[in-house]
């Protein structure tokens, strides 16, 4: 891939006009990742790994120029199926479930307000 290929592919220019709220959606979904991953390593249900790959491509869509505002929507929805997961299979994991819980929630609050921030300006566009 050439440099242009690249360019059309990421959202590279957009990166630096990205606020607090881009950084610490970024942040969770990794955090999300980290701890899935550690209780994947730990019990090997593959739950886990499953939550950590999805949340992986969540952000390596987000990346890119495939991206579109009504995907927050969908985020939320996988946050809110994440903690069914960790209901139903991730109990023994006290500490670690409150940080996914955490991340879980401050990422959903994020996908919403980032939702109605770049729909208002699309509304605006018009």
Request: proline share 2%; glycine share 12%.
């Given at each position: 891939m050439d440099e242009s290929?690249?360019?059309?592919?990421?959202?590279?220019?957009?990166?630096?006009?990205?606020?607090?709220?881009?950084?610490?959606?970024l942040g969770c979904s990794v955090g999300i990742v980290a701890v899935n991953l550690i209780v994947w390593a730990e019990t090997g249900l593959p739950q886990f790994?499953?939550?950590?790959?999805?949340?992986?491509?969540?952000?390596?869509?987000?990346?890119?120029?495939?991206?579109?505002?009504?995907?927050y929507l969908v985020g939320v929805g996988h946050v809110l199926a994440l903690g069914v997961v960790w209901v139903l299979a991730?109990?023994?994991?006290?500490l670690l479930g409150v940080a996914n819980g955490v991340f879980g929630l401050v990422l959903a609050a994020v996908a919403v307000s980032l939702f109605v921030?770049?729909?208002?300006?699309?509304?605006?566009?018009?």
């Open positions: 290929e690249t360019d059309r592919l990421l959202r590279i220019d957009t990166v630096g006009s990205w606020g607090l709220r881009y950084w610490l959606g790994l499953a939550v950590a790959g999805s949340f992986l491509l969540g952000i390596g869509l987000f990346l890119t120029r495939f991206w579109n505002p009504v995907l991730g109990r023994e994991f006290l921030a770049e729909n208002r300006e699309t509304d605006d566009a018009y």
